[in-house]
């Protein structure tokens, strides 16, 4: 399946152009369009900002790549600002600009909808928001969407309710719904962060929120192995390693996430149930032994229900995170899966 690539520009969205070496010059095209979309959750159809990134190879074939809640799209490193998966994208990686374009979009929230939307948000909504997308930029059809956690179910939908525009999916650490394990993690979470609203303090819950999700995104291995060390009394109390470096996350989470965001697309991760068995379009799931958050037993009932699907399991210590921390690991996955259709 070839993707239809025409760049459609207006003066205050124009690429910018840098060559990289003779015959391959990198697009960039970072901006928004307004688009017409119809929230699951909610009532009419409403205009909405949707905020995109479109980069790569002038007329190569486009590929969808999409993250976790906490990431955006800005993927690949870009006028300096580095990116949430820039080992992986770029010049020379393994999802090379050189030979494709990749497609990223901001994650919607209810506000978004200008009040359409019941205060929740699904896969499906950013499913159809890169669908329309699409259609503004005048691509007809995406060779690859590759989506890590929450892109991955995203991914799900749009080839659910988007088939005839795309051509394979690779899934990182994402199933056709939330295990309910995690499910009551997250609830916790959420219930934290409501209750810091509640007494003025949503900073302080939010951080909460955010350190006690890195307990679940991470191996119980790798925790073992940095944080051993004993505690030190500081400040009138007996403070742990562990400790440390949860404050810094949370802090950092705190310093470009907001509550209501938060809120939002964590109860997306949990709303999402896709049916997959009218799935006619390969996939590839990509599973880690660690995986805490999406097991690989859920991985395997997916790939029973679709037709010809493939997993593969990594081993890795990071749990959740491996697909962002094992580059050496997923590279190959990535060349595998894209160069039939991208050469890369």
Same mark, same amino acid.
């Given at each position: ?16 152009? #840098? ?6 010059? %990198?697009? @960039?095209? &970072? ?5 017409? $979309?119809? +929230? ?48 992986? #994208? ?6 090379? %600009?050189? @030979?494709? &374009? ?5 994650? $919607?929230? +209810? ?15 950013q499913a159809d928001a890169l669908a329309a997308v ?114 810094h996350v949370g802090q950092k989470f705190v310093e ?44 395997c009932e997916l790939q029973r229900s679709l037709r ?37």
């Amino acid at each position: 399946m070839s993707a239809q690539s025409a760049i459609h520009m207006t003066s205050a969205q124009a690429s910018n152009v #840098v060559a990289l070496r003779p015959q391959v010059a %990198l697009t @960039h095209q &970072r901006g928004t369009r307004l688009v017409d $979309l119809k +929230p699951k959750y909610g009532g009419a159809s409403s205009q909405v900002e949707v905020r995109y990134l479109w980069a790569g190879a002038a007329h190569a074939p486009t590929v969808v790549v999409q993250g976790g809640i906490s990431a955006d799209r800005d993927v690949f490193t870009l006028d300096g600002q580095p990116g949430w998966w820039q080992e992986l #994208v770029g010049e020379g990686r393994a999802i090379d %600009l050189r @030979h494709c &374009r990749v497609l990223c979009i901001d994650w $919607l929230v +209810p506000g978004d909808f200008g009040g359409q939307a019941l205060g929740s948000v699904s896969t499906e909504d950013q499913a159809d928001a890169l669908a329309a997308v699409m259609t503004e930029l005048g691509i007809e059809a995406v060779e690859a969407f590759v989506g890590y956690s929450f892109g991955a179910m995203t991914g799900l939908a749009f080839a659910k309710r988007h088939p005839s525009r795309l051509g394979q999916l690779l899934m990182f650490s994402g199933a056709h719904r939330a295990h309910p394990m995690a499910t009551a993690q997250r609830s916790i979470q959420r219930q934290i962060v409501r209750m810091g609203l509640a007494s003025g303090q949503s900073e302080l819950a939010l951080s909460l929120a955010r350190q006690l999700a890195m307990t679940t995104y991470r191996g119980s291995e790798e925790f073992s192995r940095r944080f051993a060390a004993a505690p030190e009394f500081r400040d009138g109390r007996f403070q742990f390693p562990v400790e440390d470096y949860l404050n810094h996350v949370g802090q950092k989470f705190v310093e470009r996430f907001d509550v209501e965001r938060f809120l939002a697309l964590s109860e997306a991760i949990d709303l999402h149930d896709v049916d997959p068995g009218a799935i006619q379009l390969p996939v590839t799931l990509i599973g880690v032994a660690s995986d805490r958050l999406v097991p690989l037993a859920d991985l395997c009932e997916l790939q029973r229900s679709l037709r010809g699907a493939t997993l593969e399991v990594i081993d890795s210590p990071y749990g959740h995170d491996a697909s962002l921390k094992e580059v050496a690991k997923v590279a190959p996955l990535l060349r595998q899966a894209l160069n039939c259709c991208c050469g890369v």
